[in-house]
T-cell receptor, first 114, second 114 residues
Framework: GENVEQHPSTLSVQEGDSAVIKCTYS??????FPWYKQELGKGPQLIID?????GEKKDQRIAVTLNKTAKHFSLHITETQPEDSAVYFC?????????????FGKGTHLIIQP | SAVISQKPSRDICQRGTSLTIQCQVD?????MFWYRQQPGQSLTLIAT?????????ESGFVIDKFPISRPNLTFSTLTVSNMSPEDSSIYLC???????????FGDGTRLSIL
């Protein structure tokens, strides 16, 4: 089955700086890669996603890049703000022949220092 | 996106008892999933809830321990049976359209077993 590795486990950045979180996946058949933000006491919130036929996607201060050859994808947050502090999870889903659910990375605790 | 409601939001239970968690969606959805998030950990897929048929369980999860129902396209239940302290987790429902993506999550049920 799919295995997703996520780094770093904790990331502390100054407010206004950029943050980058990286993930690798094992199943070359995986074709969908979402990113979730989870705040304390809440469920994961989808913030951006990318499909395997696209190399990069942006939504305001958030961008995701995908390198299919290397089997890794990254989340980029620019001009970080205090409200960006949360746990971020990457995930992957295969193209079929198995579970339709998501395989998650272990999460990154992003801390925005004022 | 769909509004997903889970009940109860939290509970404290005695070991050996069972608890049924409900997931209600405000619109019809093709796919519903149940995940577990152990304290401070990532999310793990328990099963896919199939309408009108038995759920599809992931490795390590069995129907006797986690029976699931899905009577229609807007509702599902997960029962945690014969609970032990190791079952203390957040249980999350997610939903998706026919293409399995994107998946959106409820806020989860926080379960503590004494």
């Amino acid at each position: 089955g799919e295995n997703v590795e996520q780094h770093p486990s904790t990331l502390s950045v100054q407010e206004g700086d950029s943050a980058v979180i990286k993930c690798t996946y094992s199943d070359s058949a995986s074709n969908y890669f979402p990113w979730y933000k989870q705040e304390l006491g809440k469920g994961p919130q989808l913030i951006i996603d990318i499909r395997s036929n696209v190399g990069e996607k942006k939504d305001q201060r958030i961008a995701v890049t995908l390198n299919k050859t290397a089997k890794h994808f990254s989340l980029h947050i620019t001009e970080t703000q205090p409200e960006d502090s949360a746990v971020y999870f990457c995930a992957a889903i295969g193209s079929g022949g198995g579970a339709d659910g998501l395989t998650f990375g272990k999460g990154t605790h992003l801390i925005i220092q004022p | 996106s769909a509004v997903i409601s889970q009940k109860p939001s939290r509970d404290i239970c005695q070991r050996g008892t069972s608890l049924t968690i409900q997931c209600q969606v405000d619109s019809q959805v093709t796919m519903m999933f149940w995940y577990r998030q152990q304290p401070g950990q990532s999310l793990t897929l328990i099963a896919t809830a199939n309408q009108g048929s038995e759920a599809t369980y992931e490795s390590g999860f069995v129907i006797d321990k986690f029976p699931i129902s899905r009577p229609n396209l807007t509702f599902s239940t997960l029962t945690v049976s014969n609970m032990s302290p190791e079952d203390s987790s957040i249980y999350l429902c997610s939903v998706a359209g026919q293409e399995r993506e994107p998946q959106h999550f409820g806020d989860g049920t926080r379960l503590s077993i004494l």
